[in-house]
């Protein structure tokens, strides 16, 4: 394997497949069929996910909500597409652990370096729903400090394309994609990799990131095997 330890970063909305809101069943068990193959292999995995398919702190920031009441609602969405991980990921026979930025007791203790290294360790799929526990944070944000603190050798970005594109190839059908990029590249260039505070943690802890299509079966385990098919940047 090219790859001990990853941050897998999935998005909330990935997990709504054809649906307008909600967890998709059929996705939930594809990303756990993902994971688990790249378990069975000796892979330690930690998964941030979003919540943006239940619902998103901006949004209600935009509506009139206040920004930090609406951020928290933010974190507890993760935390139930988190827990519907776990339940997915243990029905198939994977040793889990579900960490929170904030603790929810009985759900998830509190996330902590020494609790999420030992778990890895330990041979479970560490789970960390929550954010960072803290406002104005996004969970790009979250994944890529939780990376840095587990020091997990890249972060996975699993999204519906297969990877950075010098446009959105989903309105632009002459956008090219790229196999590498550099941190300053991607900045200079103004693609949407990371949000800003993400990336430039990355770039200051010599983090790199692989943004690849969680959506095709088997694309995880061919990335973690060291298969080029997506963008890393670094």
Do not use: H, W
Not at 54 to 59: D, E, K, N, P, T
Not at 94 to 123: D, Q
Not at 209 to 220: P, S
């Amino acid at each position: 394997m090219k790859y001990k330890r990853i941050l897998l970063k999935l998005s909330g909305e990935s997990l709504m497949g054809e649906q307008a809101y909600g967890i998709s069943s059929e996705m939930l068990t594809m990303y756990c069929n993902e994971i688990k193959q790249a378990y069975s292999k000796g892979v330690e995995v930690a998964v941030v996910i979003g919540g943006g398919n239940i619902y998103r702190g901006l949004q209600g920031s935009a509506k009139g909500m206040d920004r930090v009441q609406g951020d928290y609602m933010g974190m507890m969405a993760t935390m139930i597409n988190s827990l519907a991980l776990q339940g997915e990921l243990e029905r198939q026979g994977v040793k889990t652990e579900l960490l929170g930025g904030i603790s929810i007791e009985p759900i998830a203790k509190a996330f902590s370096r020494r609790r999420a290294i030992e778990a890895l360790e330990n041979k479970k799929v560490v789970i960390i729903g929550g954010g960072t526990g803290n406002p104005f944070f996004t969970t790009d944000t979250a994944s890529t400090l939780r990376a840095i603190e587990i020091k997990a050798d890249i972060i996975l970005k699993g999204t519906r394309v297969d990877g950075v594109y010098t446009a959105d190839p989903e309105k632009d059908k002459t956008a090219t994609k790229y196999e590498t990029l550099s941190f300053d590249e991607a900045l200079s260039k103004k693609l949407k990799v990371m949000d800003l505070t993400a990336f430039a943690l990355c770039q200051e802890n010599n983090l790199p990131i692989y943004v690849f299509d969680m959506n095709k079966q088997g694309n995880l385990q061919k990335v973690v095997e060291g298969e080029n098919i997506g963008t890393l940047v670094c």
